[in-house]
């Protein structure tokens, strides 16, 4: 019962953080999933897999209970939603087969490698050219297909990619959140079911997988996760998110350390 309450209590921070920043939740979940499932004696060949395809299949309902908030609030760019999902799609697929391929240990450095980007990216706060647009339907089928791979290999919802592009591209920060928010969910279509059907013939996985995806710590996580996204996502457009964006930057930089000095010693 102890790992159904720490799954419980991982889902709500997950989806509240989802909501708030447009992102899956992902980057908090593989690095904490991968300590529990270390613990619970999974297999350690598989147990990056694990908590990355568990994670991926988590952000399906965090997300899409995250959206619904901000659609409400009208902060979901649709347009930009139709043109990249295509290219979502696409990418998810090739980037869950190549997670299968790297080595653990190097999937785990890459992961934490990735964090560091996506932290201080945030921190350093860049600021577009006033003119810089987004670009036509043949740029947003390639940044989809190369955000969805990343994003599959890494078990994100792709708003860490996503968000910074969105505001490169002078999209208002709320607007670039709730549209994020939205393709995170094509992104976990995509990202789930090549975690599943890549894990469905390896042995030894524990009981209750299904491929690489842990159904119970699934189960807890979304359960909780659908309940605070939505809380998330309307403190985003009630709260200073600058503040709040930096205080989850420096997050990651402990979670990606803790990862590091995991996988390294």
């Not at 890549?198 to 042995?203: F, K, L, Q, Y």
């Amino acid at each position: 019962m102890e790992w159904y309450a720490a799954y419980l209590m991982l889902g709500a921070i997950a989806g509240y953080l989802a909501g708030m920043f447009g992102v899956g939740g992902g980057l908090v979940l593989v690095p904490v999933l991968l300590f529990l499932f270390d613990s619970q004696q999974f297999p350690a060949e598989h147990v990056m897999l694990i908590a990355l395809g568990t994670s991926m299949a988590a952000i399906l309902f965090t997300s899409l209970a995250s959206l619904r908030e901000h659609h409400r609030h009208g902060a979901v760019n649709w347009r930009v939603v139709r043109n990249i999902t295509p290219g979502i799609l696409f990418g998810t697929g090739i980037g869950a087969m190549l997670a299968v391929i790297i080595p653990t240990r190097g999937l785990a450095i890459f992961f934490a490698l990735f964090v560091y980007t996506v932290a201080a990216q945030i921190l350093i706060d860049m600021r577009p050219h006033a003119t810089r647009q987004l670009p036509g339907a043949a740029g947003m089928t390639l940044a989809g297909t190369l955000t969805g791979c990343l994003s599959s290999m890494v078990s994100i919802g792709g708003g860490s990619i996503i968000v910074p592009l969105l505001v490169w591209c002078n999209i208002p920060l709320r607007n670039a959140i709730g549209t994020s928010a939205a393709i995170g969910f094509p992104v976990a279509i995509g990202g789930t079911i090549g975690y599943v059907f890549t894990g469905m013939n390896i042995d030894f996985l524990p009981v209750y997988s299904l491929g690489f995806v842990y159904l119970p710590a699934l189960f807890w996580i979304a359960l909780a996760g659908v309940i605070t996204a939505p809380l998330g996502a309307k403190a985003a457009h009630h709260m200073n998110v600058g503040i709040l964006r930096k205080l989850f930057a420096l997050l990651l930089l402990v979670l990606a350390t803790k990862l590091l000095f995991k996988v390294l010693a």
